[in-house]
């Protein structure tokens, strides 16, 4: 459990670290800040978020995020191992298991994400590499809901069960 404490205070922390890297970010042409940029439908639309943001500010949010997904994956990835220790029946401990690696696939999908818009942003962009980062987003931002909802259903779950059981 403390490994899943420290885990969770090291993505809290980055979570604050992006938001203050987000706020030279936000702009008419990106109002979700890198996310607008993760989202880009087009090549042109990156370029237009390239052309008010500058291409500097958005590679640094980026190469910081690699950093983050370190942090979220493995708060993500032990929360999931802690609650699928939990569980006696092998049946949930297979779901466990899958959402246990779902957490991994969120990180590989965000460093995908995050390449793809280096590429663009080195200006080697296309709207091939525009595509690539919006399809790898969305994915992983779905992923990482459906993450997220396990950990607290499952969580909620335990403790409901815990406390009949006392």
Same mark, same amino acid.
């Given at each position: 459990?403390?490994?899943? !404490?420290?885990?969770?205070?090291?993505?809290? !922390?980055?979570i604050?670290?992006?938001?203050? /890297? #987000?706020?030279?970010?936000?702009?008419?042409y #990106?109002?979700?800040?890198?996310?607008?940029?993760e989202?880009?439908?087009? @090549?042109?639309?990156a #370029?237009?978020?390239i $052309?008010?943001?500058?291409?500097?500010?958005?590679?640094?949010?980026? *190469?910081?995020?690699?950093?983050f997904? !370190?942090?979220y994956?493995?708060?993500?990835?032990?929360?999931?191992?802690?609650? $699928?220790?939990?569980?006696?029946? #092998?049946?949930?401990k297979?779901?466990?298991l899958i @959402?246990?690696? /779902?957490?991994?696939l969120v990180g590989?999908?965000?460093l995908?994400?995050?390449?793809?818009? /280096?590429?663009?942003?080195?200006?080697?962009? *296309?709207?091939i *590499?525009?595509?690539i980062?919006?399809?790898?987003?969305? !994915?992983?931002? *779905?992923?990482?809901? /459906?993450?997220?909802l396990?950990?607290?259903?499952?969580?909620?779950f335990i403790?409901? @069960?815990s406390?009949?059981?006392a």
């Amino acid at each position: 459990m403390k490994k899943v !404490i420290i885990a969770g205070i090291a993505t809290i !922390i980055m979570i604050i670290v992006m938001q203050i /890297l #987000s706020k030279g970010i936000v702009t008419d042409y #990106s109002p979700m800040g890198i996310v607008s940029f993760e989202l880009a439908k087009t @090549f042109r639309d990156a #370029s237009a978020i390239i $052309m008010a943001v500058g291409a500097k500010p958005l590679q640094i949010n980026v *190469s910081v995020d690699f950093l983050f997904i !370190i942090t979220y994956c493995i708060f993500l990835y032990l929360c999931c191992k802690a609650i $699928m220790n939990n569980f006696r029946s #092998s049946g949930l401990k297979t779901i466990g298991l899958i @959402f246990l690696e /779902l957490s991994v696939l969120v990180g590989v999908l965000d460093l995908v994400e995050n390449i793809a818009m /280096l590429i663009t942003l080195g200006g080697y962009g *296309s709207e091939i *590499s525009v595509t690539i980062a919006r399809i790898a987003a969305i !994915i992983k931002f *779905s992923l990482a809901a /459906l993450v997220i909802l396990y950990i607290i259903i499952a969580s909620l779950f335990i403790i409901y @069960f815990s406390k009949k059981k006392a």
